[in-house]
């Protein structure tokens, strides 16, 4: 009965992190994990007086090893907490870190919790002023698991501005609504995509989607990230958009902009 506190667990913050945002999406593919990353060094740029941490919650495709540049095996602090990697300034965890980079990885439902729970509980993120949560794609055991158990400040929902990624970016951001933890808005990403030869900028996934959205779940639009070649060939270089140029650069500016908020 003491864990219970009107029917809902009771959660439990994780020591030393003051504030945990989650960046999730309905479906793979869509740059969750590039936003995940740009934000973290946007904030951390932002307020560089802050500790920024970014836990790679995507237990079966972790990206944040590659993006963030880090490999190896962490040690442990005498008190037996895994250490996070660091890279610009960012402390890191992901189960990259922790298991072979090319077996995958087949575990069952409870398996997963658990790592997802010692990648929250057993690491020694303090002092941290932000985590953010690399979530895995969709709505399932992870999400609810993470949602029912930390306290979140609130979620970013990443989508591209098609009909098949909005149906799952709505049905995201409802989950996240119903468990009470509040919905910051979403990230238009591949919003639009600018001809290298002649400049024009055109709406190759449609124009209104993410719009529409919005409207209809009552979050706004936080950002619009335009589909970007020097985006891409950054994160997977390692060497993310955020660090790589210079503040002038309008794709900065964007992720900048969503650090601001
Ligand atoms: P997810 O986490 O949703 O699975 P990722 O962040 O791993 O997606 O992105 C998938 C691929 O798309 C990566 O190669 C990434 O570099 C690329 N990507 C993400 N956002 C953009 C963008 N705005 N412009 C160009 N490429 C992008």
Known sequence: AQMMKKGLPVKKPIEGVKNVILVASGKGGVGKSTVAVNLALALSRHLPSQDVGLLDADIFGPSIPTMMNLSGNPLLTDKNLIKPLVNYNIKCMSMGFLVDNNAPVIWRGLMVMSAIEKLLRQVDWSPLDYLIIDMPPGTGDTQLSIAQNIPVAGAIIVTTPQEIALIDA???????????????????????????????????????????????????????????????????????????????????????SLAEK
């Open 170 to 256: 709505r049905k995201g951001a409802l989950m996240f609504q119903k468990v009470g933890i509040p919905v910051v808005g979403l990230v238009n990403n591949m919003a639009s995509y600018a001809c290298p030869n002649c400049g024009h900028h055109s709406h190759i996934f449609g124009a209104t989607g993410a719009e529409k959205l919005s409207k209809e779940i009552g979050v706004d639009v936080l950002v619009d990230i335009p589909l970007d070649t020097s985006i891409m060939e950054a994160a997977d270089g390692g060497y993310p958009i955020v660090i790589s140029s210079t503040s002038n650069n309008p794709l900065v500016q964007a992720y900048m």
